[in-house]
């Protein structure tokens, strides 16, 4: 028996954070290439499946993301770059071209300019190399600087066209392993994988890898896919290629990134609202009363332009005004017949379109009524089918017709409400005793920060 029991400690159950709770997930340096490198290296190692739990995962996501995009913006990170390859070129190559660069550098660091000097850089290099008279040393020369014609070739784009690579770089590295599992079973897909690297089968351990964590990196690629609106990356060339890739992957477990590549290809597609808004107003203003067949073309458009109609209907030209109410209208009910269209001056801030339109026989909202002063004795022996019986009860209402009025205000301020309750009520399609007058935006489109109020009655 131990002399005092009570000054034994006894093992406890640990209860705090997991390693990965407890580091860091940013960059060990706020430098921008060494954040460029480290986020580069961490995006990797997760597409290769190297991937921590959740939540942890995908905060980790965030914050790389985040740095390698600004790291990716910043003016220094060519000229950090570069300086760091011409150090591990010291002593190999002449120190008169490593003067000259590192002078270039200092000029530019030194300047507000934006542009990296890569041609006075490459011009440098040229000059020094059609200075060397020996064959052997000039391709000395070549081999030991072709890490800085790598490098220059990679920043000549700027730092959009740097985004954009390092985008590719991994989305590429994401299709290049699920494209291999795209097709039929995962056995299936597994033996012709073995059979195609017989003598590395490492490269089969590493697809297999990354595959079995398909679900996480899914959550990193989308995060990718994502930053190409948020940074206004033209989808062209090799960006435009990969994500065509991505879109026919036809895997259960890429349901979700290749959904995302298909719409990020039709956002990029679609003509910028300017370009649209031209066009459509240059439309709108050609049309006369003469010409109405000609607005046919915008209300069975497939475009989207009602955001851009909604802007036309308060400009400043009365033809574009009138004809955008109009296209507006036939376009918010091109699944009814339209009967009769009208459009009205009835106040100079107010236009009023007057329209009839016939609801379809199918549609759920034309009223049915019990037949009145009819009885109907029932029995056991009653022969009566279920149409019958409909027939007997109901009978549709003689006319599907509706009557509305619309119109649009910048907003009802200045326009006082008894002036539109009267150019409203003048109308003849507003002749029942039920008639109102409300006011709100346009239920066919939602405006977004935007306080235009339609009139409909």
Same mark, same amino acid.
């Not at 921008?32 to 996501?61: N, R, W």
């Not at 699920?178 to 195609?196: A, M, N, P, Y």
């Given at each position: 028996e131990?002399?005092?029991?009570?000054?034994?400690?006894?093992?406890s159950?640990?209860?705090?954070?997991?390693p990965w709770?407890?580091? $860091?997930?940013?960059?060990p340096?706020?430098?921008?290439?060494?954040?460029f490198?480290?986020?580069?290296?961490?995006?990797?190692?997760?597409?290769d499946?190297?991937?921590?739990?959740?939540?942890?995962?995908?905060?980790?996501i965030?914050?790389?993301?985040r740095?390698?995009?600004?790291?990716?913006?910043?003016?220094?990170?060519?000229?950090?770059?570069?300086?760091?390859?011409?150090?591990?070129?010291?002593g190999r190559?002449?120190?008169?071209?490593?003067?000259?660069?590192r002078?270039?550098?200092h000029?530019?660091?030194?300047?507000?300019?934006?542009?990296?000097?890569? $041609?006075?850089i490459?011009?440098l290099?040229? #000059?020094?190399?059609l200075s060397?008279?020996?064959h052997?040393?000039?391709?000395r020369?070549?081999?030991?600087?072709?890490?800085?014609?790598?490098?220059?070739?990679?920043?000549?784009?700027g730092?959009?066209?740097?985004?954009?690579?390092?985008?590719?770089?991994?989305l590429?590295?994401y299709?290049?392993?699920?494209?291999?599992?795209?097709?039929?079973?995962? $056995?299936?897909c597994?033996?012709?994988?073995?059979?195609?690297?017989?003598?590395?089968l490492?490269?089969?351990v590493?697809?297999?890898?990354?595959?079995?964590?398909?679900?996480?990196?899914?959550?990193l690629?989308?995060?990718?896919?994502?930053?190409i609106?948020?940074?206004?990356?033209?989808?062209?060339?090799?960006l435009?290629a990969?994500l065509?890739?991505?879109?026919?992957?036809?895997s259960?477990?890429?349901t979700?990134?290749a959904l995302?590549?298909?719409?990020?290809l039709?956002?990029a597609?679609?003509?910028p609202?300017?370009?649209?808004?031209?066009?459509?107003q240059e #439309?709108?203003?050609?049309v006369?009363?003469?010409?109405q067949?000609?607005l046919?073309?915008?209300?069975?458009?497939?475009?989207?332009?009602?955001?851009?109609l909604?802007?036309?209907?308060?400009?400043?030209n009365?033809?574009?005004?009138?004809?955008?109410?109009e296209?507006?209208?036939?376009?918010?009910?091109?699944?009814?017949?339209?009967?009769?269209?009208?459009v009205?001056?009835?106040?100079?801030?107010?236009?009023?379109?007057?329209?009839?339109?016939?609801?379809?026989s199918?549609?759920?909202?034309?009223v049915?009524?019990?037949?009145s002063g009819?009885?109907?004795?029932?029995?056991?022996?009653s022969?009566?089918s279920?149409s019958s019986?409909?027939?007997?009860f109901c009978?549709?209402?003689?006319?599907?017709?509706?009557?509305?009025?619309?119109g649009?205000?910048?907003?009802?301020?200045p326009l006082?409400?008894?002036?539109?309750?009267?150019a409203?009520?003048?109308?003849?399609?507003?002749?029942?005793?039920?008639a109102?007058?409300?006011?709100?935006p346009?239920h066919?489109?939602?405006l977004?920060?935007? $306080?235009?109020?339609g009139?409909?009655?």
């Amino acid at each position: 028996e131990l002399d005092d029991p009570s000054r034994v400690k006894l093992a406890s159950m640990y209860s705090g954070p997991l390693p990965w709770a407890m580091m $860091d997930l940013a960059s060990p340096s706020k430098r921008p290439l060494q954040k460029f490198q480290f986020a580069m290296k961490t995006l990797t190692d997760m597409l290769d499946g190297f991937c921590i739990p959740e939540p942890f995962f995908s905060e980790m996501i965030t914050v790389q993301v985040r740095h390698l995009m600004e790291a990716a913006r910043n003016p220094e990170l060519p000229m950090l770059d570069l300086q760091d390859v011409l150090s591990s070129l010291e002593g190999r190559i002449s120190s008169r071209l490593l003067t000259s660069i590192r002078d270039t550098l200092h000029d530019y660091s030194q300047s507000e300019s934006v542009v990296f000097p890569y $041609d006075k850089i490459t011009s440098l290099m040229d #000059t020094h190399a059609l200075s060397i008279t020996k064959h052997t040393d000039r391709e000395r020369f070549l081999l030991d600087t072709q890490n800085i014609i790598s490098l220059i070739q990679r920043y000549r784009g700027g730092a959009h066209g740097l985004q954009r690579d390092v985008l590719v770089q991994h989305l590429t590295r994401y299709r290049d392993v699920e494209e291999k599992f795209s097709v039929g079973s995962f $056995d299936k897909c597994l033996d012709t994988l073995r059979e195609q690297n017989r003598d590395t089968l490492d490269t089969v351990v590493q697809c297999v890898m990354a595959h079995h964590k398909v679900a996480a990196r899914n959550i990193l690629v989308s995060s990718l896919l994502e930053c190409i609106p948020r940074y206004q990356m033209e989808v062209t060339g090799e960006l435009k290629a990969v994500l065509e890739s991505l879109a026919e992957l036809a895997s259960p477990g890429t349901t979700r990134v290749a959904l995302l590549a298909r719409t990020t290809l039709i956002q990029a597609l679609q003509p910028p609202y300017e370009a649209v808004y031209h066009r459509v107003q240059e #439309t709108l203003a050609e049309v006369d009363l003469s010409q109405q067949e000609a607005l046919k073309e915008l209300v069975v458009s497939p475009s989207p332009i009602f955001d851009v109609l909604v802007d036309c209907l308060f400009n400043a030209n009365s033809r574009v005004a009138r004809n955008a109410l109009e296209v507006y209208i036939r376009r918010s009910y091109l699944a009814y017949k339209l009967t009769s269209l009208e459009v009205k001056d009835v106040h100079p801030k107010l236009k009023l379109v007057e329209f009839q339109f016939t609801l379809p026989s199918s549609h759920p909202n034309i009223v049915r009524r019990s037949m009145s002063g009819s009885s109907l004795k029932l029995s056991a022996s009653s022969n009566l089918s279920l149409s019958s019986l409909e027939e007997t009860f109901c009978s549709p209402l003689s006319s599907p017709q509706r009557e509305q009025s619309s119109g649009a205000l910048p907003h009802v301020g200045p326009l006082p409400h008894a002036t539109i309750a009267q150019a409203v009520s003048s109308s003849k399609l507003k002749s029942t005793s039920d008639a109102s007058v409300q006011s709100h935006p346009p239920h066919d489109l939602p405006l977004k920060g935007c $306080d235009r109020t339609g009139v409909m009655a």
